[in-house]
């Protein structure tokens, strides 16, 4: 069965350190991958994803995430966090081919403190 | 403005109370599905739609029912809640279109607690 596994279910960090939030999926034909972040209080909202291409995909504040075939791996880094960006995030991947559905990791919680 | 409405945003019922959550989108698209989201858990597919009249389960629809019976809306039933469906539920909505990878958007979320 298709998967997606988050590493971490907690990541705090310090306010301008790096950080990678992990995701492994289960290897297919064709993979889709998408980050999905929630705020505090908010729902999901998509912040990048992956079709096919280019295997570095970025989002507008400053999230890239990789994606890596060989490792089955789509990581999740900023180089400098703000305390806005304390979410959680949810990496994610269409179920087989009719993508009638999204199957999604446990969420890992990044916490960034000053 | 594309978007998913949910209602009611908040939500406390008591067990066995029949209630129904309802979501409309107006993007025109065929799939739209129902998650519920618990705490460790991530969140979980409990039905979706392909089209109306087209409704098929998900990972966890064990107390639940939905109907598709026009395309914008599809609302999510509890015919008699239980506690253990306290969680936090969210509709989303998917393109078709390949080119867009099936990504879906999603609701702002109806949080239900059942006493």
């Known amino acids: 069965a298709q998967s997606v596994t988050q590493l971490d279910s907690q990541v705090p960090v310090f306010e301008e350190a790096p950080v990678e939030l992990r995701c492994n999926y289960s290897?297919?034909?064709?993979?889709?991958l998408f980050w999905y972040v929630q705020y505090p209080n908010q729902g999901l909202q998509l912040l990048l994803k992956?079709?096919?291409?280019?295997?570095l995909v970025e989002s507008i504040n400053g999230f890239e995430a990789e994606f890596n075939k060989s490792q089955t791996s789509f990581h999740l880094r900023k180089p400098s966090v703000h305390i806005s960006d304390t979410a959680e995030y949810f990496c994610?991947?269409?179920?087989?081919?009719?993508?009638?559905?999204?199957?999604f990791g446990k969420g890992t919680t990044l916490s960034v403190s000053s | 403005e594309a978007q998913v409405t949910q209602n009611p945003r908040y939500l406390i019922t008591v067990t066995g109370k029949k209630l129904t959550v309802t979501c409309s989108q107006n993007?025109?698209?065929?799939?739209m599905s129902w998650y519920r989201q618990d705490p460790g858990l991530g969140l979980r597919q409990i039905y979706y739609?392909?089209?109306?009249?087209?409704?098929d389960k998900g990972d966890v629809p064990e107390g639940y029912k939905v109907s598709r019976k026009e395309k914008r809306n599809f609302p999510l039933i509890l015919e008699s809640p239980s506690p253990n469906q306290t969680s936090l539920y969210f509709c989303?909505?998917?393109?078709?279109?390949?080119?867009?990878?099936?990504?879906?958007?999603f609701g702002p979320g109806t949080r239900l607690t059942v006493t």
């Open positions: 992956y079709l096919s291409g280019s295997t």
């Open positions: 994610a991947r269409p179920r087989g081919q009719a993508g009638t559905a999204l199957i």
């Open positions: 739609s392909m089209n109306v009249e087209v409704t």
């Open positions: 993007m025109n698209h065929e799939y």
């Open positions: 290897s297919s034909v064709s993979v889709y």
């Open positions: 989303a909505s998917t393109s078709t279109e390949r080119a867009l990878g099936y990504e879906q958007y």
